[in-house]
């Protein structure tokens, strides 16, 4: 197999300890790759006014695929208020770098997986193997948002909208507006994703997550689509829930979930579901996948208070290191490190903080390097 070309993107905060961490175990599976660091995160954001700057772009483009850490944001006033002086009221604003390199690079399938190993000390459930399919894209993500609302938009709204007549006469900054688009393609192309998966791994099920009884356009096209496109797979139980409802079943009968697919915002939700059910944010793990990029990461965030510390689990980005294998074709060594984790596990010697250890995270990789 040719080398692989990975580009390295620890971000700040914990994002570069658990990279750190997940580097280890890459090494010891002996992985053929080319490591190319790339800028990301606050740092950028504060000294140039974007925490994906362009030559990460180009990075990418010439990636077979990436390791993201974290980055911390933060909410619109604060982002602005610590930019370098002379980039201060220049028209910057700042968007989340993850998920500017979903969609800039059509990154639209969430590929997130709950398993709970035997062992794990803080799983809530121990029968909990789940497969999320969360759309990355659109949906209330698209990005097209209004705070002071265009009077030109939200005549026109009044012109169409009969729901609209209430908030008709409110002045443009008395309200704000954040478009959910859903496309056709977008919703049939992460449902095939999720059936496509379900027949290649022998799941059973795939149920379709949304709310299209209350948001009837875009969660209707969404459950419509889900429904049309299960009739291509007969051998697989399709089945659908209302995205309260489904958090509520989740938590009773998680072992009556096999694969989960849902657009944008919902899939965001439940996958932390999911992930607390298996032991939290050290066991979040996630692959951004398009066609010809895919860019895997831990779910949890920077953590700006363990920074430093090298405290938090590493296991979430060792386990999207092993997606990652997934994806490039090296099942072998993918399962090497799945294996390894497992075995770490079991034996409950090395555990991090989070689990009631006091285990450092490059402690923890390098027990589970020491399994292979
Ligand atoms: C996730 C995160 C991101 C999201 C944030 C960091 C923008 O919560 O990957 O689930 O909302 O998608
Ligand atoms: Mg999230």
Same mark, same amino acid.
């Given at each position: ?36 660091? %790339? ?30 850490? =974290? ?19 220049? /028209?910057? $604003?700042?968007? $989340? ?21 035997? %062992? ?51 002045? %443009? ?12 393609? %977008? ?5 095939? =994703? ?35 496109? =299960? ?39 439940? $996958? ?7 032991? /939290? ?5 996630? !692959? ?18 363990? $920074? ?48 009631? !250890? ?15």
């Amino acid at each position: 197999m040719a080398k692989h070309k990975i580009a390295w993107l620890p971000g700040d905060g914990v994002g570069v300890e658990v990279l750190e961490a997940a580097k280890i175990v890459l090494d010891k599976v002996g992985l053929d790759a080319d490591y190319e660091h %790339g800028d990301i995160g606050w740092e950028f954001w504060m000294k140039e006014g974007d925490p994906l700057p362009e030559r990460t772009v180009e990075l990418l483009k010439r990636s077979d695929a990436a390791m993201f850490g =974290a980055i911390t944001s933060k909410p619109k006033k604060e982002a602005e208020a610590e930019l370098a002086p002379e980039l201060s009221e220049k /028209g910057f $604003s700042y968007r $989340s770098p993850i998920v500017r390199m979903r969609q800039e690079f059509d990154l639209y399938t969430c590929l997130r997986p709950t398993k709970a190993y035997p %062992g794990n000390p803080i799983n809530l459930r121990d029968d909990v193997d789940i497969v999320v399919f969360r759309e990355n894209t659109e949906d209330l993500y698209s990005g097209v948002e209004f705070h002071n609302v265009p009077e030109q938009l939200s005549s026109l709204l009044k012109s169409i909208s009969k729901p609209f007549a209430k908030f008709a006469n409110l002045k %443009g900054e008395e309200y704000a507006l954040s478009v959910k688009i859903n496309t056709k393609k %977008g919703c049939e192309r992460i449902i095939r =994703a999720a059936f496509d998966y379900a027949k290649e791994h022998g799941r059973k099920k795939v149920t379709i997550v949304h709310k299209a009884n209350v948001v009837r356009a875009t969660d209707g096209l969404f459950l419509e689509t889900g429904l049309e496109v =299960a009739k291509d797979y007969p051998g697989i139980e399709v089945d659908d829930a209302n995205i309260d409802a489904m958090t509520m079943w989740l938590l009773k009968n998680p072992d009556r979930y096999d694969v989960l697919v849902a657009p944008n915002l919902y899939g965001d939700i439940v $996958s932390d579901l999911c992930a607390q059910m298996v032991g /939290g944010l050290g066991f979040g793990c996630s !692959g951004n996948i398009g066609e010809n990029l895919a860019v895997f990461e831990p779910t949890h965030g920077s953590a700006p208070k363990y $920074s430093g510390q090298y405290k938090v689990n590493p296991l979430a980005t060792i386990l999207a290191a092993k997606m990652m294998l997934d994806w490039l074709g090296e099942d072998e060594k993918a399962s090497k490190i799945e294996e390894a984790v497992k075995r770490v596990l079991v034996e409950g010697k090395t555990r991090t903080y989070d689990m009631g !250890g006091s285990a450092t995270t490059l402690d923890m990789a390098n027990a589970v390097a020491e399994k292979m």
